[in-house]
């Protein structure tokens, strides 16, 4: 995608604190009145948050967030330091576990998703477009 205003590419320390920073990378691209902000925060925070937990990035590494914004849809990209498996939004988790909800998360309010492995890295992307809702008569 050509870079416009919109657009924004970060790079980040591998660390816990640094995925404040991500979702600010998106809230700085889209503005707080932006009607996918908050959907777009949540998911670029699951994505940051898996980075560094599951990839080489949180190991001493660092991952990047992209975001490029347009009229008709958002796009967010994080590229880590690679895992050992690809990512995957199948497994189940139990009611009182806390973590392994971010991929369900991300396949149940994106408009679509998916991720490419190469070089040892992966990149992580989802987009979210603007939905109208009618109007309750």
Not at 41 to 70: K, P, R
Not at 75 to 98: H, N, Y
Not at 103 to 122: F, I, K, Q
Request: net charge negative.
């Amino acid at each position: 995608m050509p870079e416009s205003r919109n657009d924004l590419v970060v790079q980040l320390p591998g660390v816990p604190a640094q995925v404040s920073k991500a979702r600010g990378a998106v809230a700085a691209v889209l503005g707080r009145d932006h009607p996918l902000f908050d959907d777009c925060v949540l998911l670029t925070s699951e994505l940051a948050t898996n980075a560094i937990l599951h990839s080489q990035s949180g190991d001493g590494g660092s991952f990047t967030v992209s975001v490029h914004a347009s009229g008709t849809l958002v796009r967010v990209c994080v590229e880590d330091g690679g895992s050992d498996g690809p990512p995957c939004a199948c497994r189940t988790t139990g009611l009182q576990a806390t973590s392994g909800r971010g991929l369900p998360l991300l396949e149940a309010l994106s408009h679509r998703w998916g991720y490419t492995r190469e070089n040892g890295t992966t990149t992580v992307w989802f987009e979210l477009v603007p939905v109208a809702v009618p109007a309750l008569v």
